[in-house]
């Protein structure tokens, strides 16, 4: 029986906002999720899912999780909340061996980069449970992999685009956006189209020119030549063509529309600096050169 | 009447290298050069040239030159080496302004960043003084110029690209390759046409291809918004994009072939990915990205 606190509101240990936490997939992503919600006293208890031994063991011995589940069904049945933070294509795997074993107020979210791809798997999969699937991207990683890659501080000022689809239940979506609020992380509502049209433009896109560029020199016949004379630039261009290549196939096939429309325009753009270069319009391709350094230089002053 | 020192070789005042040195472009590179010269003693007298008077009183000030040259023929009369570090455009004026000046043993050397070009500009203007042409490219820069950005490390154990045409003279070659090296620079012979190749993907591509992704998002009609969601890949991708529009409109313009052919076949490398993604092959998708991550690591762990 309970002692009556003098000054309950100090006094009273309050329930975590989580209870029970699934996390399948416990790598950067993951694992930072949990270790952030364990600092915040957010979270009760973690399980964590995944295909490797090793790392799963690796996120216990770190105390990242609390168990390791024996079998996905058996982690997501009592579970508040259900994180999905794999690469893209093993989520909707994961939804449909969820989906019979979900708590009636089990809530489901996922951390994929591409929104409108997983928005359509929850659909093909999760039945009565779909009011319960809040889709989310968090805006945040490293070029590292793996629980030994967690930390707490990942998310701390970075932002979390929410796409919520109709119907969705608000205590669902209220849960998943205090929990990465209690991460630290700013939440965005959006519309799931428009995040994958934005990320396509300003992450996809970037990614592709950059794998592009290091193929073209890598493929010349002169390649270890070329790579002998590139310097900072080259460098900085192409740091992000040191990304997984997995990940960024995942990204192309599940954002595929949105990135091809990038493609398309970007594709339109140097055509016509192509044009410019070859006819001579050299004023007019000044112009494009200063604009565009005028609106970086504004976005790293607002930044 | 000179003494005769017990020690020759230690206690002789040699004459330094270059005894009077024009600079055209007392900025970043003319004014790191002199600096550098000066460090190594290898040069008497410093004359500077250029179009804003601010710039070379503060040269003059900051110990980059020792005078002011009051006009250009008196500059080159009897200087042993003349550098022209200007932009691009206007490299082929001053080489017809001086050209009737030139001492008989007086060498002249560039800085620019294309090489073809200035061998073209030489050959229409420089006349009998041309086999004292000696085309360089020293591969070294920081975003900033003037003046006040220059210093005497900027070269060290960077490389300098020397493109001799025929019926160069060895002395006029040798004496600009030793002026480089004693200020650190390691020295690379090669044909101008390689050269514009080589740096039109390493260096050029990378710029034109950076402006243009900036351009496309700032011509968005929710720019705002898209700026307002990049982050850290798209700012290393883009930084060259904060260069001056006029040196790349310069470099555009005498670069054009090689660049537009590597623009050329840069497009069909984007081509052969958006077939990829748009048709769904994703293994292949995959292989070139992998490629040319693995390329890029090799290329970093080189370094």
Not at 36 to 41: D, E, H, N, S, T
Not at 77 to 86: C, E, G, K, S, Y
Not at 249 to 257: F, G
């Amino acid at each position: 029986m309970k002692r009556k606190p003098a000054q309950p509101v100090q006094r009273v240990r309050r329930r975590p906002l989580i209870g029970r936490l699934a996390i399948f997939g416990v790598g950067l992503i993951g694992g930072s999720f949990a270790l952030a919600l364990k600092r915040a006293r957010a979270v009760g208890h973690v399980v964590g899912v995944g295909r490797t031994r090793a790392n799963l063991l690796a996120a216990r011995r770190l105390g990242i999780i609390d168990e390791i589940a024996t079998d996905a069904a058996a982690a997501v049945r009592d579970a508040d909340l259900v994180l999905i933070a794999t690469p893209l294509r093993q989520i909707e795997g994961i939804l449909a061996t969820i989906a019979p074993h979900l708590g009636p107020r089990t809530v489901v979210t996922d951390a994929g980069s591409t929104k409108q791809s997983v928005i359509a798997m929850a659909r093909s999969t999760l039945g009565a449970a779909l009011p319960r699937f809040v889709p989310a991207h968090p805006i945040a990683g490293t070029e590292k992999s793996g629980a030994r890659a967690a930390f707490a501080e990942l998310y701390r000022g970075r932002n979390l685009i929410v796409t919520p689809v109709p119907g969705i239940e608000p205590r669902a979506q209220s849960l998943v956006e205090r929990a990465w609020r209690a991460c630290g992380m700013r939440v965005i509502r959006m519309d799931a189209a428009e995040h994958d049209r934005v990320f396509a433009h300003v992450s996809h896109l970037p990614h592709v020119l950059a794998f592009a560029m290091v193929d073209l020199i890598a493929c010349a016949p002169d390649a270890r030549r070329m790579f002998g004379f590139a310097a900072g630039g080259f460098r900085d261009f192409t740091r992000i063509a040191a990304s997984s290549p997995e990940m960024w196939r995942d990204i192309c096939a599940t954002n595929r529309e949105a990135i091809l429309a990038g493609l398309d325009a970007y594709q339109q753009e140097l055509e016509a600096m192509y044009a410019l270069i070859e006819q001579g319009y050299l004023e007019a391709l000044t112009e494009r050169f200063a604009r565009a350094r005028a609106a970086r230089t504004r976005w790293v002053a607002a930044k």
